[in-house]
């Protein structure tokens, strides 16, 4: 009986591993999307950085906001520019797998 139990079994086993994406799909999924506001907006399709906004302040000068260069950055170092508060970048709550496939990712496209 066991035997049988083990024979149907396995190719459900391949079958499931085959299912799962990679760290890059994952990473690039939770870049493009992680808690519903893309990391892509604001620091470009392979985290070049780009401008956000444009204004012109009380004195009449143009001010840009731009999403700061992150290609470059250590894991340690992107780790806790997401965990920390700023004023214009939303929190995320990532977990540190979900950072480290980020990070990969963002690794890849350089």
Known sequence: MNFYK????????LIGESDF??????????????RGVSCALC????GE??????????EDKLVVIRGT?????TFDN???TVARNHRIMPKYYLTDEEVKVIYK??????
């Not at 083990?6 to 086993?13: A, E, G, N």
């Not at 994406?21 to 992680?34: C, F, K, Q, R, V």
């Not at 620091?43 to 392979?46: I, T």
Request: proline share 4%; no cysteine.
């Open 78 to 80: 992107l780790k806790k």
């Open 6 to 13: 083990l024979i149907f079994l396995l190719p459900l086993s």
């Open 69 to 73: 260069d992150i290609r470059y950055k």
């Open 105 to 110: 990712y963002l690794s890849s496209r350089k």
């Open 21 to 34: 994406i990679t760290d890059l799909e994952y990473g690039e999924m939770l870049y493009n999307n992680p």
């Open 43 to 46: 620091h470009g399709k392979n």
């Open 49 to 58: 950085g780009k401008d956000i906004v444009e204004y012109r302040n009380r």
